[in-house]
Nanobody, 123 residues
Framework: QVQLVESGGGYVQAGGSLRLSCAAS????????MAWFRQAQGKEREFVAA????????NYANSVRGRCTISRDNAKNMVYLQMNSLKPEDTAVYYC????????????????WGQGTQVTVSS
């Protein structure tokens, strides 16, 4: 089992950058593929990015590809989402998720979730 805690959200102007972090508990972190999802107000939760167990592979939603980078540090039990060139439509609560399998892009495929961190991008 793994517990996840996100941080790094905040308020930023369009065109700016943010780096989200997710701290994971447990000694088996490297056996989990990790992902970021987001949920805008009034909308369903959607996939943003995922990274494989070693960090050697990653995949992205079309909406963020080229602007976001997911990475992980297994020695620190951390996963990150670097977001650049932010747009107002990136405003959402961002969630960290973990699962044994990779790649997975559907919310229901992930068994472990953090509480989320709010990202607000002003125009």
């Amino acid at each position: 089992q793994v517990q996840l805690v996100e941080s790094g959200g905040g308020y930023v102007q369009a065109g700016g950058s943010l780096r989200l972090s997710c701290a994971a508990s447990g000694r088996t972190f490297s056996t989990y593929a990790m992902a970021w999802f987001r949920q805008a107000q009034g909308k369903e939760r959607e996939f943003v990015a995922a990274v494989s167990w070693s960090g050697g592979a990653s995949n992205y939603a079309n909406s963020v590809r080229g602007r976001c980078t997911i990475s992980r540090d297994n020695a620190k039990n951390m996963v990150y989402l670097q977001m650049n060139s932010l747009k107002p439509e990136d405003t959402a609560v961002y969630y960290c998720a973990a699962d044994r399998e990779y790649p997975r892009t559907y919310e229901l495929e992930y068994h472990y979730w953090g509480q989320g961190t709010q990202v607000t991008v002003s125009s």
